[in-house]
Structure formats: C-alpha cells, structure tokens
C-alpha cells in the first residue's frame, strides 16, 4: 500500500525515532512512503494565533505540492501537522473566499482530492487479523493509550465519533497482543506548546497524566503524537520537580510497539532516543 | 356560464407590499365566467367575509375564488363564509398569492402578473367545480391507551369515568411505568407508590376498563372514529384465571440472577417473576428468554410448585383485533445510559450511576431497602456528586434540548441523601437551575439552605477512578471557572431523557409523526397540544417530550377531554375529497374494467370489489368501490387507473387540466 508521507519538523528532530521506527515497520507491513516534496513548515502552534490566511496557506502549500505528485492518501504522522493540515483542506473546500484570495496571494492551484491521514488510519488498514495472526512475537504489555488532544479534536475536524473516549489506538495495540487498560486521562492536556514557555505548567499536567497512568497499573504509555511524547518524556524531570515523585514509566509511538511485535531491534526503533528509560521494556519484550 | 366571484385580499401589507392587488382584481374582472372582482384590505376579517358573502346573494354567484393565503391557513374560513350565504362550500377555493407570490418575490410587475397567473389558474378549476357534500362516519366510542404509565392511567381512568369503554395495553407485564420505580416525589416529598398505587388499582378493578398487560400494539388501520388496532398478548406461560399470584412459582425458580429492569440493573429477580410487589397485575408472567425450560426443555420446577396449576408453558401468543375510536399514545421515555458517557465513566465504574438507578437506591421498595449504599460494595457513601445536563442542552452529543425534570429531581435526590446520610456531603454540578413549577424554586432553595446540598454552577469535564475514589474534575464559574476536584464515593448522573427505544416502530406503525429526537410531534406546539396530526390520535406524557408527573397528568386529562369530545357526538362529517369509481346508464355501468391495480396501489385499503348485477340478480361485472370512509384523498388510485375510471372529488383530472391549460393559454 502506497501513502504520501508529509514528516513536518518534529519526525525530523525532537522525534526522530517516530519517523526511524514507521520507516523500520513499513517495509513489514507492506507500506511505501513517498515524501511530499520540497516540503515547508504546516505553521502549528503558532502561524493561526497570528494570521488566519497565512496559517491556512502553509499547509495548503504542503497540499498543493501532494496533489501535484498525484498522493492520493496523505499520512501525517504529526498530530499538530495533522490537524493544521486537515483544518486547511475544510478552510480550502468550505470556504471560496479564502481559496480565492490564497489563490490569488500565492498562487495556489488546489482541488481537494488529497485524503490526510493520522498514523493510526493507516496503522489500523494494514494491521489485519491475518497480519496480527502471523507476528512473530506479542507485545503483551498492560499499556494505557495516550491521545492527548490533536487526534480527536476539534470533532469538526477529525470525525471521532467518541471524542473523550477514543478506542482506535487501543483497537490497534490489542491486535499486537498488548492490554489497553480503561483509562480517563486519555485526552487530557499535556500543556503543548507551553512546553517552552511555561514549563512548569505541562509539569503539572503531565504530571496527573502519568499520575494516573502509574496508578492504574500501565507499564507504558502509547502515544501518536510528538508533543505528547516531549512533554511526557522530554520534561519528566520537570514534571517530577513539579509534582515531587518518581516516574519510571516509558513513553512509547505506537510505531515503535508495533516494531516489537514485528520483531525489530530497539536500535532500529529508536528506543536510545528517549529521556525516560526504556529499558523495562527492552528488556521484556526483545 | 359560470358566475364566479374573485376576492383578492391585501392581508394587510403581506401581500400588498408587492403586489398591486387592486390591478389583480381588475384583470379578473376581464375573465371569463367572473362575475364580480374586488380586493380588500383583510379579507378574513368579518367584513371581508361579508363582503363575499353579501356578493353570492347579490350576484347569484355560482363559485368563488379567495385570493390570499395558503388554503391550510384559511381556507375553512372562506369555506364556512359561502355556506352561511347558501353557496356549496366546496365550490369556494383560494389562490394562494402570498406563500408562493407575494412573500417569494419583490416588488415588481412581474410578481403582479404572476399573481394574476395564480389566480387565472384557480378561476378555470371553479369553473369545473361540483357541489360536494360532507361523509357522515359513525364513532366507536371505545378508547385505546397506549402505555399504562402515570400519563396512560390518568387518561383511561378520565376516560372511563365520562363513561366511555377502554382498552389499556401496556408491553410490561404490569402497570405503572416510571412511576412505580420513583422514591419520592418533588416538590412535597410524598411517596410516588402511595399515591400512584391507588390509582393502578383503579384502573383493574375498573368495570369500563380492559387492561393488557405484557402486550402491545402491531398496527392501527382505520381513521377517526373507526380504528382497528392489532394487539399482541405476549404470552405469559400462565393461566390468568386460575393463578392467585401466591408467587409460589416465583420462589421455585432456579434462576434468580437476571438483572431486574424494575431495579434498572441494581438487583435481581428469576425467570419467572412479578416486577413488583405492588404490580397491577400482581401475577407472574416467565421470560421465555431467559427460563431453564424454554432454554432447554428441562426444568418446570415452577409448575410443579404451583398450587392450582396454573402455569402453561404451552400458551401461545394472542393476536387480537379491536375497533376503537379514538387513541391515545402514552408511551412514555426513558433515559439515556451505558456508553454514552465514556468520560462521566458510566459502565466502567459501578459507583457512576443514573438517576433513575438512585431513585432505586432511595426507594424503600429498592434493592437496599431505602437505605443509600453504593452498588461497588454496599458502603454508605460519605460523598455523593449528582452531574446535571449529563448529555441534556450539550449540542455535541445530539441532545440540544432540557430534558426539563433533572433540575428538580437532583435537587430530591440531594436532599433525600442528606435526609438519610445526615454526615454525607452531597455536590450539585449545574448549567443553571431551572425550577419553573408550583413550588419548585422553594424546593430547591431548601436544598440549599437547609439541608446544606453544595451547588457547584459548572460542567463536569471527567469522572475517573483514583485510590479506590471516584475523582469528579470540573469548573467552577462562579469562581472564575476554577477547577474543582472532588473525590467521591458515588456519582449520580443526571441523564438525559430521551424517546423509547421502539418509538420510531410505534409512529409508523400508527402513522403519526416523531420529531429528530423520535418524540411524538404535537399537532400544534401552542394550540394543539395534545393532538398528533392523525386525526384521532391523542398524546400524553412523556412520549412527546420529557415531562414532570404534574404535567404528564396534566397533559393526560387534557387528552381525555379530547376524547371524551370526540365521544360526545354520534357520527363525524368528513371532507368529501375522496376518490370515486365512475358509474354509468346501463349497458356499460361503469368504465371500471375490474382490473383492480387500484386495490394494489391503495395506501389506506379502501378499495372493494363490488358486484354489479342486474335488476334480476345476473351479474354484470365486478367493478372497484371506494370505501369513503377508509379513503384519505391520497389520489394514488387515480394515477393507477388504466381506464381512467377512478377519480378525485375536489382534486378530478378535468379540474387539473383545466388549471394546467388556463396556465399556459394565450
């Protein structure tokens, strides 16, 4: 199965191992990327605070140049890229005024026909029952799935149907033998882009996220989206000095579980990368 | 030739504004067969009435042509106007200028000429108009009432005692609805049992009712007056007659961990079972479902502790045919649960419960006898936190409207918790409070005040578990939308009410209408509260939205009155728009061939076959009859007709034409 592939900034730097562990598992899975090229910044987190047109221009940018290489399917991996790019092709279709002015601003020629996809549509297409049947190994972890906000939302956007309770990453880890345990923290704020700004706040919400994680008995947390994993991972020692405990718990791309189970090597995933050790579950599950 | 009349009215400025009605009724003048043209300012007032009532004296007119709104609106009016000055009302019709004229377009030329056209169009149909005279139908003056709630039990007693007969079916094995599962109720505190049972009794022991229990309505073919419901009497395994209701059988049963519906889930009862013990009918019925023999053919422990040998496990369901005339739809709510709430938890932590589940808790009746202990592990729970609007005005989750009761049970609940947990704390989320009934506000300031309920105005965002507490997230706005946390040992959650599962089954199955959220739609949502728009067909309580019990008995004696009217008079008029198969001087009879396509199209099955013979009783043909009665003026039958034998009163295939040719003439 042939996708577009549209990395953005984070697969590249804070979250290499997310791009180096979907790039291991594709060739398993029967998956073909092709990279948009020339790509350029989708202005997350800042580009729409400062100006609407331009914030929907940058990815319409990135949208023009994946139409032109006829990527008929777009995989974001980025929950941020995602969504900045998912808001650009509503903006662009549902509304002619800014088609027209972008159109004229910049010249951009765009039709709609790009689908965007979030990792887990993809992961969810080629991980069948008969893929999950001939795994060469389980990875039977008891593991609580982490959306944070960007997958889910805004409902507009994303169409997830159970935006406080979403069930496709758990549906998707259950398949490679893992536990997802109930869990209500799923989509709560990790801080995001404060991460910077005000550290010590994503300390204090990430810090009830892992709280309850490790209070429900998880061995690890899976996520999809590089800001969850900095800011869970990353800035554990703030999150500690701001809650006063000790968190051993590992913060795991989906990507890289399903390496595990596919029987890859933790170097091909990338699992030296992390701040948090990832040791427990090396050790376990290679 | 004609003599028609055309009244083209201004209705103030609706039409007027652009319009140029005065050149309307000028340019008819010119027409053929119109008599006399004028236009007025308000032609529904009673001098516009006069006005066209003094011109068919005056003129002898012969039709009359109202230019003005939709027929729906005043068409009756103008109707009854020519028939008090002697003209046939059915040779009266409106041209409707305002809806597809005057309100559509600007001002201009063109919108006067196109008001012209209208009219034009209308004056040709009159022109072929015949007199038609009103179907007389005789009444069944039986009653049914669907669903055997508060609301059904007011409306068949009120009914009954007018001294009208009364069909009662309830798809429970008794009666009593939402009711009977209620502790106390709001605003005084007096227990829903007390005061509902009486009235449960009534309704048995009433000489002018039928009840049914356990049963439930197919299908309702008919019209006003001259229903016939199918009923289904699901078969209870027992003898009625013999079975005493000793409940020895229910003790036998082996089976006895089948949640109980009555106790929503909080307790059990076995297969064969009374849902109450104050059930009406207090006799058993088995869950065939869910009973060891039924499942697997062994068993009858039941039948053999049965003293008279009552229990029938070889009963068969009974489908009955009733002829009534009037129904009445009390169908009822309920409310929402389960996986709607991943957020608030509900399904994942038993101490998360609803309402109706905490009605349970607190009835003496329930499965911890009125004590409050928590469903997890029967601890009395020191904190309690009741969320309201759980879905209710939340647009995202579907449910844009209030389901208006949960303000002022909350506040009961609250308020009976710290009655029997005198050292609990008991925490009220809210939108707003909404205590718009006799007493209510007081009800809920009392809560406040003197039993010291802690209202928190702000949403809930989530409900998790922590350290064996359930942790209650929320906002408190009043505080600047501060956070607040609460770890709770149980969470009443304050769900919406929504329409019965089977409601959508139900409206079509007795072709009423239903609304986007499945309630039943009122006739008018202002003055025709209690009527659907099948004539005939009455609502009461909560199936046409969420209702308190005042109202629903209220809204449930109002029905009555309804039908009780309906009941007064011995036989109905009906409009005369109904088809009719051609007959004709002998030898033909008729142009109908018997090809009877028409029966196959018919909606309504008003078509009957009717033998044509000779005065010496040698047939002739079989030709198709209409059923005036059944017939709704659908005009389907028409359209199928092969010979063009069939046709429409009011609505004729020469009055169509007639229209359609006056359109396009010139």
């Not at chain 2, 009432?145 to 007018?162: E, K, P, R, S, T």
Request: hydrophobic content about 40%; glycine content about 6%.
């Amino acid at each position: 199965m042939k996708f577009g592939l549209y990395p953005g900034c984070s697969l590249e730097a804070s979250s290499r191992e997310y791009l180096e562990s979907l790039r291991a598992i594709a060739p398993k899975l029967g998956l073909e990327f092709e990279e948009v090229k020339n790509w350029n910044c989708c202005g997350a987190s800042s580009a729409h605070a400062i100006d609407h047109l331009f914030s929907v221009a940058l990815p319409a940018t990135i949208l023009a140049q994946a139409e032109q290489q006829q990527l008929k399917d777009l995989v974001v991996p980025c929950a941020a890229c995602y969504s900045r790019l998912a808001i650009a092709k509503i903006e662009l279709t549902e509304n002619a005024k800014v088609r027209n002015e972008l159109q004229a601003k910049y010249h951009l020629s765009y039709t709609g026909t790009t689908n965007i996809l979030t990792i887990l549509d993809v992961l969810e297409r080629v991980i069948t029952p008969e893929v999950s049947k001939q795994l060469p190994k389980r990875f039977t972890k008891n593991v609580v799935c982490y959306y944070g906000c960007l997958l889910v939302r805004p409902q507009r956007i994303t169409n997830v149907q159970r935006v406080e309770d979403p069930q496709q990453m758990e549906e998707i880890v259950k398949t490679i033998g893992a536990h997802p345990l109930p869990w209500g923290m799923k989509t709560e704020c990790c801080g995001a882009s404060f991460s910077i700004t005000r550290t010590e706040l994503v300390g204090k919400l990430c810090g009830r996220v892992l709280d309850d994680a490790v209070c429900r008995g998880a061995e690890a947390i899976i996520v999809a989206c590089p800001m969850c994993h900095s800011n869970l991972d990353m800035r554990r020692s703030v999150i500690e000095h701001v809650t006063g405990k000790k968190y051993t718990i590992p913060v795991l791309f989906i990507t890289q579980v399903i390496g595990f189970a596919l029987g890859l090597t933790p170097a091909q995933l990338g699992m030296t990368r992390h701040f948090v050790s990832t040791e427990s579950i090396v050790s376990t599950s290679v | 030739m004609a003599r028609i009349g055309v009244f083209v009215c201004h209705c103030g400025e609706n039409i007027a504004a652009t319009v140029d009605c005065e050149k309307v009724a000028k340019a008819c003048a010119q027409l053929p067969g119109v008599a006399y043209s004028i236009d007025y300012k308000y032609m529904c007032s009673d001098p516009g009435q006069n006005l066209i009532r003094e011109a068919i004296k005056e003129k002898n007119l012969t039709g009359v042509v109202v230019a003005a709104c939709s027929p729906r609106m005043h068409e009756p009016t103008f109707r009854r106007a020519c028939a008090e000055a002697g003209l046939n009302p059915y040779l009266c019709e409106m041209a409707n200028i305002r809806e597809h004229c005057s309100w559509v377009h600007p001002k201009s030329e063109e919108t006067t000429l196109k008001a012209i056209d209208i009219v034009k169009t209308i004056i040709a149909k009159v022109r072929k108009n015949q007199p038609l005279y009103p179907i007389k139908v005789p009444v069944t003056k039986t009653a049914l009432v669907i669903g055997g709630g508060i609301a059904g039990i007011q409306a068949a007693l009120d009914i009954a005692n007018a001294g009208h007969r009364v069909i009662l079916v309830e798809k429970e094995p008794s009666i009593g609805g939402h009711m009977a599962q209620l502790s106390e109720t709001f605003p005084t505190l007096d227990c829903s049992q007390c005061i509902l049972t009486p009235r449960m009794v009534e309704v048995a022991q009433h000489p002018s009712i039928t009840l049914y229990t356990y049963a439930e309505v197919e299908s309702l073919t008919g019209f006003i007056g001259n229903f016939v419901a199918r009923i289904r009497k699901k078969a209870k395994s027992i003898d009625e007659k013999l079975c005493t209701g000793c409940g020895e059988c229910v003790n036998a049963c082996p089976i006895k961990k089948i949640p109980s519906e009555f106790n929503m889930g909080l307790g059990t009862r076995p297969a064969i079972y009374i849902p109450f013990p104050q059930a009406v009918p207090n006799k058993p019925v088995i869950d065939r479902s869910r009973c060891t023999y039924f499942r697997t053919g062994k068993c009858r422990f039941c039948e053999s502790k049965c003293p008279t040998k009552a229990i029938r496990f070889d009963q068969n369901d009974e489908v009955i045919n009733v002829q009534v005339g009037a129904v009445v739809v009390a169908t009822g709510f309920t409310v929402l649960e389960s996986t709607f709430f991943p957020e608030y938890g509900y399904g994942q932590y038993k101490d998360v419960v609803t309402g109706l589940q905490f009605e349970r808790i607190l009835s003496a009746s329930g499965p911890t006898l009125g004590e409050v202990r928590r469903p997890s592990d029967g601890a009395i729970p020191k904190k309690v936190v009741f969320i309201t609007c759980a879905g209710s005005r939340d647009p995202a989750k579907g449910i844009e409207y209030c389901s208006k009761i949960c303000c002022m049970y909350t506040a009961k609940h609250a308020m009976l918790y710290k009655h029997k947990v005198h050292d609990g704390q008991a925490y009220v989320f809210y939108m707003d409070i909404r205590a718009t009934g006799k007493g209510y506000d007081e009800f809920v300031r009392r809560a406040i005040e003197e039993d010291h309920v802690k209202y928190i105005r702000g949403r809930v965002s989530r409900v998790y578990e922590r350290n064996g507490k359930i942790v209650v997230c929320g906002a408190d706005t009043l505080l600047g939308a501060e956070p607040v946390e609460i770890e709770a040992d149980m969470v009443v959650l304050a769900t919406a009410g929504v329409a019965n599962p089977g409601a959508e089954e139900l409206a079509q199955a007795l072709h009423i209408s239903y609304d986007r959220h499945r309630f039943f739609t009122e006739a008018h949502p202002k003055l025709r509260p209690v009527e659907t728009n099948t004539a005939g067909i009455f609502l009461a309580g909560a199936c046409q939205s969420p209702k308190d019990i005042p109202e629903s008995v209220g809204q449930a004696s109002a029905t009555a009155s309804k039908v009780v009217a309906l009941f007064s008079r011995d036989e109905l008029t009906r409009e005369p728009i109904v088809a009719v198969v051609n007959r004709c001087a002998p030898p033909l009879y008729s142009t109908c061939v018997g090809c009877f396509m028409c029966q196959t199209a018919c909606p309504y099955s008003a078509i009957e076959r009717e033998e044509l013979r000779t005065r010496d009783g040698t047939l002739v043909k079989t030709v198709a009859r209409v059923n005036p009665g059944l017939c709704q003026g659908c005009g389907t039958c028409v359209a199928f007709c092969r010979s063009k034998s069939i046709d429409l009163q009011g609505y004729s295939n020469e009055q169509m034409y007639a229209e359609v040719v006056e359109l396009f003439a010139e």
